[in-house]
């Protein structure tokens, strides 16, 4: 390719990505390999461009991500030179040392490329579970891209693919190596840890509190339910004292979002008042959210439609966070999969069964929810923590025998009990109990993601495509949207195999069947399920607590003609859901 | 900054079309990124991107009058706009943003209201009553505006070409100083200023008016950081210690926008919120002469002064990407946007959204070298009027999508209505270069900030010379661009270029290298449209008038391309005055450089410049010859 259109090339592709990195950008170029980075400073804003170097410069390495235990690594090798404050320098010295073997020894979230010139290898790997994006392709010449999006990747790449996380990718071999081994992955292998309560909040609080590492102000996203509001009253606790409260003041500021009079801008603002956190609510309308969906489509790179209808809200709150100049929040995702907190888990079978659909959940993370939550923040250059998937917080977790998670209502013990025990504490209270108690007989608990962002005066319409008279219509309008990719600068896109790329992204994102959120295996527990399309925890409904209390239901408005899988009483959500559920039944 | 997108009477309401105008729309959103808005009423569209540079929780865009009957999209600032408000006593405001007096304005006193609005701005406003719009744009042309027709007979508008060039038949830059009305269906000029007919002027030099006069500039682009009353104390501590900022390169004029600002502050309560600090920004190659200059200015002035440093390849790396955003292969633009973008993105990240710029003054004053070989004083005023008039093509497109392209907002005290209004009411004599006493170029200027009690500025300072163009940015830029660019073109290319690029021939490898970026980044061939820049080039020389002006009498071309400005320059002069010396026509390079022997470094240089525009005779195989050997004699004379 002559120069020229070299250069609008390289261009359009580290164009691509620059949401993710507006602050400044580097290009490395070493012989025929490039490396491409767009930067988001959170630490060390002054210096810390990259790609970053070892010593004489053979190493070089491009990292999206934050290296927590980066100090402690520092402190491991004196005899070596850092040029930079980045915690993710460690990276290339690391290589030094230890080669190909010491991604384990990273505790963070990354995915990285790094080259070595000596012998003009290199290697790229992902973290753990798959919280920061990362895409590899293979190019017609030869050529191997790796990019953090989707769109980032060659047109020209003749096939692409996920980078599967806790995995390493090397040159020399040509393949992939797992390098994340917990004994948890084996899925077979049930635990047997008795349940301590102090031991999982010591972990999750350890896990929040080397997410406070920053030089640039920062939030927590709280949508009023468990997860984030356990997310927000940790991090106040240990607000004070860290570096970034020195700089930006002890206050911690709250983000939610919501249709106007929406649950969860109710229950935010209690926990909010509670905490006496700075709240920020953000409204949005329907229109505004359905304006959105190409863009996040887009952005997010999915047409699974349970992650569209939760991208939305987020991928607006996060340019309204974002206005406000704050550049990093904290977030509840995980939690879910980890305790089994979705509303399907009521019906698992036995103890093992619940503790293989968690590793099953855990795993597949990295196309739902830490997909959404990296990129729906991303999009605006706003980067986003998950302490629920610490590498160490989740070892605690899914060591934890599963009996203890299991939902025992004739016990008390409702979905993520385990979790509500541990921080359940009497005399220094994280939250008020009757928050707690609201946490399942209230729809902000469990509304499985995007219902909570519905006030009840606007259940008639689904929040997306209300056009459509099924999800399937539904989901293949969205994915007619993936295939057209409405990329920002169309007019100067190159390459001209759309076929191929039409083929490899439809293949980056997950199907199969699901309920509320359930691997395709879990559809076995019920037998109701398997007539069910609605992917969202409506469906799931029969198991939640307010459904067995008509008077925690307010709408008395009832149509005929639902599904014979109501097994409860009605539902307002379900009501107005039921003509897509009919269609496909 | 926003960026707006306007389409008025698409045959096509289809939910298609919605989503294809939100798309548009966010090709403008590096413009406005902290949210946008869009408002359908029947087959018109009008859509928003804004950026919030106070107060981010509300004011989104478009804005209403009372009933909602009148919708208005805008990119700007009115800094009248309290004054405005309160000749409208009897409407009521729905939010604080000062664009909204624009609805009201419109629905007291019809289309005439514009010339009232003091500030930048274009805008386009829909009255749904009778489904009539109208859009208009500053009078200078400080906010870009594009044009456009679809073949379905729709109308649009947008503050960037890229948001229309894929789906109109034909697009033109929109003028500054004109307003379009759907109703007579033509553009009329709103902006009458005296200067404009280019008649020479003469009142006396008042040296304490004209610096009343820019304070008063200055202050008003201030206005909305200092008396904005947050309603909520954190969203400011949020937003960081460091909202705006001035962008200094340690000349003449940005160090006086500098000097006031700081001034003005210190008076100003509120600033004390801010901490007393003022942020200034400077960027260069690494010991470029602008970076040592601005440094010394910031030291005097005790700014928090922010020093960015770029590499020739970072510069060449971002070409494409300055192109796309600027929107333009005129090379003296491209080589000072740069830099320029750069440092936006670096001032991005720090948290700032707003900074006053030094632009305009050069072409008020007659700053560039050139004006030494004006003729006389009819001509030196004439060529100061063409100058403004085709800002908008140049520098203000430069400071506004440069700094856009990041999401943030320049304000240029400078370019003030009244502030122009006093400064070309200045018997222009007073402007003339003259050695003989003591006047340098900018002499009125330097002249009313030459305070002896209470200094603005260092007299060394103030009285130094400017360097010229990216020449400050560090020597090795121009010359690094131009290596570049003759990897890549080849004589043959170059040979060819009349037949490649028949309209506004590139005559260099370097303008020949942009343009074939700028080409294949905004590829779309239109057989209609105007030769906007040729008809400007055409114009000076003809004493054309830009009301009469309408797109529809030029022949079809490349609209992309027909919108930026062309011809013969020398130093930036407008074609007309390469005529002031007759060696400059032979000089294809349109930096300052050709304007050498004027410098005060080169008056004892004389023999080398001799040398160099003898050479440039022979343009066409010594090209690079030519250049090589200015460059040298450049370097000399500066160093010395």
Not at chain 1, 255 to 261: A, D, H, P, R, S
Not at chain 1, 560 to 577: C, D, F, H, Y
Not at chain 2, 289 to 315: I, N, S
Request: aromatic share 10%; proline share 5%.
């Amino acid at each position: 390719m002559n120069e020229c259109s070299k250069g609008v090339i390289l261009f359009v592709f580290g164009d691509r990505l620059k949401h993710r990195g507006p602050d400044w950008s580097g290009l490395h170029q070493y012989g025929d390999c490039y490396l491409a980075h767009q930067r988001l400073a959170i630490v060390d804003p002054a210096s810390g461009d990259q790609p970053l170097y070892n010593e004489d410069k053979t190493i070089v390495v491009t990292v999206n991500g934050e290296i927590y235990n980066h100090e402690e690594l520092r402190k491991r090798f004196p005899n070596h030179k850092f040029r930079t404050g980045s915690d993710c320098e460690v990276i290339a010295h690391l290589y030094e040392e230890h080669g190909e073997g010491f991604v384990d020894m990273l505790d963070g979230i990354f995915s990285f490329v790094l080259l070595d010139t000596r012998d003009n290898s290199f290697i790229a790997a992902r973290d753990a579970i798959g919280v920061t994006p990362l895409y590899i392709g293979w190019g017609l010449d030869g050529s191997v891209w790796i990019s953090s999006e989707m769109k980032g990747l060659n047109d020209d790449c003749e096939h692409f693919e996920v980078f599967p996380p806790g995995h390493l990718y090397s040159s020399k071999g040509g393949s992939y190596k797992r390098w994340y081994n917990p004994p948890w992955y084996s899925e077979e292998a049930i635990p047997s840890v008795p349940y301590d309560p102090l031991v999982l909040r010591e972990a999750f609080e350890k896990a929040v509190i080397k997410r406070l590492m920053t030089d640039v102000p920062f939030g927590v996203l709280l949508s009023g339910g468990l997860d984030s509001s356990l997310v927000a009253a940790v991090t106040s606790r240990h607000l004070a004292g860290t570096k970034a409260a020195e700089q930006w003041g002890t206050q911690l500021h709250s983000f939610c979002v919501g249709l106007e009079g929406s649950p969860d801008l109710k229950a935010a603002k209690e926990v909010a008042d509670y905490l006496g956190t700075v709240h920020h609510e953000f409204h949005f309308t329907v229109q505004d959210g359905i304006d959105a969906i190409e863009d996040v489509i887009y952005h997010i790179e999915t047409y699974d439609v349970t992650t569209i209808r939760a991208s939305t809200p987020m991928f607006l709150m996060s340019r309204k966070i974002k206005a406000l100049g704050v550049k990093m929040v904290i977030s509840g995702e995980g939690s879910d999969e980890l305790f089994g907190g979705y509303l399907y888990f009521h019906k698992a079978p036995n103890k093992e069964e619940f503790h293989e659909e968690t590793c099953r959940k855990v795993k597949a993370l990295h196309q739902y929810d830490c997909l959404r939550a990296n990129k729906a923040t991303s999009a605006w250059g706003l980067e986003s923590r998950v302490p629920f998937l610490d590498k160490a917080f989740i070892d605690v977790a899914m060591s934890i025998d599963p009996e203890w998670k299991m939902i025992k209502p004739d016990l008390g013990r409702i979905e993520k009990w385990v979790l509500r025990k541990a921080f359940d504490d009497e005399e220094n209270p994280y939250l008020p109990k009757v928050f707690v108690h609201r946490f399942f007989s209230f729809t902000a608990a469990r509304t499985e993601s995007s219902d909570g962002f519905r006030p009840s005066c606007l259940c008639s319409t689904s929040f997306i495509g209300r056009r459509s008279s099924s999800v399937m219509v539904e989901s293949y309008a969205l994915l007619i949207a993936m295939i057209e990719p409405s990329v920002e600068h169309s007019s100067v896109r190159c390459g001209n195999s759309v076929t191929v790329l039409q083929n490899s992204a439809r293949l980056t994102v997950p199907g199969g069947p699901s309920v509320a959120c359930s691997t395709a295996k879990a559809i076995e527990w019920d037998a109701q399920w398997s007539k069910n399309v609605d992917p969202s925890g409506r469906a799931a409904l029969g198991v939640h607590v307010s459904a067995y209390d008509p008077a925690a239901v307010p709408s008395s408005l009832t149509t005929g003609t639902s599904p014979a899988m109501l097994v409860n009483k009605k539902q307002r959500v379900m009501e107005a859901k039921a003509p897509e559920l009919t269609i496909s039944s | 900054m926003c960026g707006i997108l306007a389409v008025l009477g698409c045959a096509d309401t289809s939910l298609a079309k919605r989503s294809r105008i939100i798309e548009l729309s966010r090709r403008l959103r590096h413009r406005g990124p902290d949210w946008s808005g869009l408002h359908c009423f029947q087959d018109c569209y009008l859509a928003h991107q804004r950026l919030a540079i106070v107060d981010p929780t509300s004011g989104d865009q478009p804005l209403y009058n009372e009933d909602k009957s009148i919708v208005v999209t805008v990119n700007g600032e009115i800094y009248n706009h309290e004054e405005l408000r309160a000749k409208l006593k009897s409407h009521q405001f729905r939010t604080g943003s000062d664009c909204e007096v624009i609805a009201h304005l419109y629905e007291e006193y019809g289309e005439d209201f514009v010339d009232m609005l003091d500030g930048m701005f274009s805008f386009v406003l829909l009255d749904t009553r009778d489904k009539s719009f109208i859009a208009a744009r500053d009078a200078i042309g400080i906010t870009p505006l594009y044009m456009g027709w679809g073949l379905d007979g729709s109308v649009w508008f947008a503050s960037e070409m890229k948001a229309l060039s894929d789906d109109c038949e034909r697009f033109v830059s929109f003028l500054p100083g004109h307003i379009y009305s759907s109703k007579n269906g033509g553009l009329r000029r709103w902006y009458n200023p005296p200067w404009f007919s280019e008649c020479t002027p003469s009142a006396p030099y008042d040296a304490l008016a004209l610096r009343e006069a820019f304070e008063k500039a200055c202050a008003d682009s201030l206005l909305f950081i200092l008396y904005y009353q947050f309603p909520l104390a954190v969203v400011k501590r949020l937003m960081t210690d460091v909202p705006f900022g001035v962008l200094l390169s340690g000349g003449l004029d940005s160090s006086l926008v500098a000097a006031v600002a700081l001034r003005h502050l210190a008076k100003a309560k509120v600033a004390r919120q801010w901490g007393s600090h003022l942020h200034s920004f400077c960027i260069g190659l690494k010991g470029s002469p602008d970076l040592k200059a601005a440094r010394e200015v910031a030291d005097y002035l005790g700014t928090f002064h922010h020093e960015f440093h770029f590499t020739v390849q970072e510069g060449i790396d971002a070409l494409a990407e300055v192109i796309y955003h600027i929107e333009t292969y005129d090379v003296t633009t491209i080589r000072a946007s740069t830099p320029m973008f750069l440092m936006s993105r670096k001032i991005k990240s720090l948290g700032v959204k707003m900074v006053l710029s030094g632009e305009g003054s050069d072409e008020i004053f007659g700053g560039y070298l050139y004006f030494h070989k004006a003729p006389n004083k009819e001509e030196f005023h004439s060529e100061t009027c063409r100058k403004i008039k085709a800002l908008h093509l140049y520098d203000c497109l430069r400071a506004n999508k440069a700094t856009s392209a990041w999401g943030v907002e320049a304000r240029v005290p400078f370019l003030d209505k009244q502030f122009i209004d006093i400064a070309m009411d200045i018997d222009p004599e007073w402007k003339m270069i003259r050695r003989d006493l003591g006047r340098i170029e900018k002499w009125v200027l330097r002249n009313a900030f030459d305070d002896d009690q209470n200094p603005y500025l260092p007299k060394h300072i103030l009285y130094r010379q400017k360097e010229q163009f990216s020449d400050g940015v560090g020597y090795g830029w121009i010359d690094g661009l131009k290596d570049h660019a003759n990897e890549h073109v080849s004589d043959a290319m170059l040979m060819n270029a009349n037949f490649v690029y028949p309209e506004n021939t590139p005559t260099t490898k370097e303008a020949y290298y942009y343009r074939s970026i700028f080409e294949r980044l905004f590829p779309k061939l239109f057989y209609v449209v105007s030769e906007l820049l040729s008809a400007h080039s055409r114009s000076f020389s003809d004493g054309f008038d830009f009301g009469n002006f309408l797109p529809t009498y030029f022949p079809p071309k490349n609209a992309a391309r027909s919108t930026v400005p062309g011809g013969p320059s020398v130093a930036c002069s407008t074609a007309k005055a390469v005529e002031w010396d007759a060696a400059w026509s032979k000089n294809p390079d349109p930096s300052g450089r050709a304007a050498l022997g004027v410098h005060d470094a080169a008056y004892q240089e004389a023999p080398e410049k001799t040398l160099a525009t003898e050479n440039s005779s022979s343009v066409d195989g010594h090209l690079q010859k030519l250049q090589d050997a200015m460059v040298e004699a450049t370097a000399t004379a500066t160093a010395l």
